[in-house]
Antibody, heavy 127, light 107 residues
Framework: EVQLLESGGGLIQPGGSLRLSCAGS????????MSWVRQAPGKGLEWVSG????????YYADSVKGRFTISRDNSKSTLYLQMNSLRAEDTAVYYC????????????????????WGQGTLVTVSS | DIQMTQSPSSLSASVGDRVTITCRAS??????LAWYQQKPGKVPKLLVY???TLQSGVPSRFSGSGSGTDFTLTITSLQPEDIATYYC?????????FGQGTKVEIK
């Protein structure tokens, strides 16, 4: 069974930093691009960042570009999101999601939908 | 960047009703469109990919259609367990934008 498990969320003051982790299991981690998606309280889904299977290509939403860094360690089947200069508007549940596709063993960020999603980790930015 | 616009933002329908949700892309995205269901307090779940392919295990009362800029998600006979917010998402290329969501309630 494919599983994703996020960790690292918590309460952080504005301007602070936090690193989220997402451990994958049940699939060949390096074959799939991965993404982070967030959901502010009572709001919709917002794609935050994506990374290719080997980690060589990264993508960011304009709202986090220059502040967040996505990375992965395929030897540990783990995805990361380093979040710096945090703002109140970054408060959200952060989900990791696997890029899924058909017809090929390698799924890229473009051309792949999200399945499955992790259970999410809550990040609260407040003083 | 391509914008994704869903309509309506919310709807209320009776059990057994046919429900249609629309998603419009500001530019053509071929069939690179997915639909997700998020029940209250739960994780989003994939319903449809490639605009019209039903994910394994999803009830057949759900269907997706469209290509280019206009897409629809249809529930042919609304059930109580379908109460959720539904999101479309484009996945042709970065940024992988979601629609704002459609909240479905029972009348």
């Amino acid at each position: 069974e494919v599983q994703l498990l996020e960790s690292g969320g918590g309460l952080i003051q504005p301007g602070g930093s936090l690193r989220l982790s997402c451990a994958g299991s049940g699939f060949t981690f390096s074959n799939n691009a991965m993404s982070w998606v967030r959901q502010a309280p009572g709001k919709g889904l917002e794609w935050v960042s994506g990374i290719s299977g080997r980690g060589g290509t990264t993508y960011y939403a304009d709202s986090v570009k220059g502040r967040f860094t996505i990375s992965r360690d395929n030897s540990k089947s783990t995805l990361y999101l380093q979040m710096n200069s945090l703002r109140a508007e970054d408060t959200a549940v952060y989900y990791c999601a696997r890029a899924s596709c058909v017809g090929t063993s390698t799924c890229y960020t473009g051309g792949s939908w999200f399945d499955p999603w992790g259970q999410g980790t809550l990040v609260t930015v407040s003083s | 960047d391509i914008q994704m616009t869903q309509s309506p933002s919310s709807l209320s329908a009776s059990v057994g009703d046919r429900v249609t949700i629309t998603c419009r892309a500001s530019q053509g995205i071929s069939s690179y469109l997915a639909w997700y269901q998020q029940k209250p307090g739960k994780v989003p779940k994939l319903l449809v990919y490639a605009a019209s392919t039903l994910q394994s295990g999803v009830p057949s009362r759900f269907s997706g259609s469209g290509s280019g800029t206009d897409f629809t998600l249809t529930i042919t006979s609304l059930q109580p367990e379908d109460i959720a917010t539904y999101y479309c998402q484009k996945y042709d290329s970065d940024p992988l934008t979601f629609g704002q969501g459609t909240k479905v309630e029972i009348k």
